[in-house]
């Protein structure tokens, strides 16, 4: 057993996770893909390296290369207002609270909305589980909920005024509405034909075909006495809209595949889906003087308070580390992660990147970012 195995084994041992996937690369090909454990707390079916998990926010490094592909293209330019393409977004208010009868006070934001602004969170979007006053905003029937899998949840108003904060949001959802615009297809289509298709990615989708729903995995609830169990609100498994910003489901071999063609510069095994120029303008700080705060959980269900963001940079559509990690990970590294617990990390300087997966809640969960950590510093061990 390799020391990657072990850590595995260790996370759903005395680890006491489910099941966990987990594979990494460098820039000449796969160096281990494998998984651990079980499909489910109440299963002894076991978890394999192609089982399928929802991978939530992973989806927006995708959607940014889309949207990047058009701006090479021509089609539109990063720093343009984007409610050209979409007048929806040009009619979205600011909310600054609601006064003392309940009702909310809105204003018309002071600036247009850009697409750098848009893939670097700093549009001025949110998310409910992270601000007070979307979930408010939500109680009162303002907007949706984005695991609906529909796309109610864009009425959602501005939070900060564009250009002036960095928010994570639900920014990239509207990215991904822009290429549908663009491109005359759905999101589904855009990223099979330019993305998708040409990484060999068969097991990535909005919506999986029949054949292929069995092998997705349990999402787990995580309680406050520390025990996991299935959640009963887990996403759709079919949905009309596709979400740009969370909406995919992938597995570890598939995704990796992804990560290294951002590793080689926009390229893997003869498809180009960047160019060079455009990825390396996207692996560069877009935020400064601003940069990555922390997250305040709104909904403690979905997603703990995080503190180890504060101070990153972030690039279009990454964070970026401004220092080097005790994982070995180098500083100038991009990563993200998605909230059922998967990660991510693209490290340019050592020529790794990789990918952890799991399906539980909430975000940040106890057990699951050791066990992430565990397996990104094996991996860095074993160069």
């Not at 993200?336 to 020529?351: E, K, L, Q, V």
Request: with cysteine; hydrophobic share 40%.
């Amino acid at each position: 057993m390799t020391s990657v195995e072990r850590v595995l084994e260790e996370a759903v041992g005395a680890g006491g996770l489910p099941g966990v996937a987990a594979a990494y690369a460098t820039r000449d090909g796969m160096r281990y893909c494998g998984a651990a454990g079980m499909r489910c707390v109440a299963s002894a079916d076991p978890l394999h390296s192609d089982s399928i998990f929802r991978i939530a926010s992973m989806t927006k490094a995708i959607t940014t290369f889309a949207a990047l592909q058009l701006v090479d293209a021509g089609k539109v330019d990063l720093d343009e207002d984007v409610a050209a393409y979409l007048p929806e977004l040009g009619k979205r208010q600011l909310l600054e609270g609601f006064d003392e009868n309940g009702k909310p006070k809105l204003r018309p934001p002071r600036g247009a909305i850009t697409l750098r602004q848009l893939l670097t969170h700093t549009a001025g979007f949110g998310y409910s589980f992270l601000n007070t006053n979307l979930v408010q905003a939500f109680e009162a029937g303002m907007m949706g909920d984005p695991f609906e899998g529909n796309d109610r949840f864009l009425e959602a108003p501005l939070v900060n005024d564009p250009g002036t904060a960095w928010e994570y949001g639900i920014n990239t959802d509207w990215v991904g509405r822009l290429v549908e615009t663009l491109s005359d297809q759905t999101l589904e289509e855009y990223f099979q034909a330019e993305i998708l298709g040409p990484l060999g990615m068969e097991d990535t989708a909005f919506n999986l075909p029949a054949d292929k729903k069995g092998r997705i995995i349990t999402v787990h609830q995580r309680g406050p006495d520390g025990v996991l169990t299935e959640d009963p609100d887990t996403p759709p498994e079919d949905v009309p809209f596709h979400a740009g910003g969370h909406g995919l489901y992938s597995t570890a071999g598939d995704y990796l595949r992804f990560l290294q063609a951002v590793l080689r510069g926009g390229e893997l095994d003869g498809a180009r889906i960047l160019s060079a120029e455009r990825c390396a303008e996207a692996s560069r700080d877009q935020i400064a003087p601003l940069h990555v705060g922390a997250f305040k959980s709104a909904m403690p269900a979905l997603c703990n308070d995080v503190a180890d963001f504060v101070g990153a940079a972030h690039g279009l559509g990454f964070l970026i580390n401004p220092e080097a990690l005790p994982t070995g990970r180098s500083a100038g590294s991009l990563a993200w992660a998605g909230i059922f617990n998967s990660y991510y990390w693209i490290d340019p300087t050592r020529g790794i990147s990789g990918v952890y997966l799991s399906q539980i809640l909430p975000f940040y969960d106890s057990g699951s970012v050791p066990a992430s950590h565990a397996f990104e510093a094996a991996a860095y061990a074993s160069l």
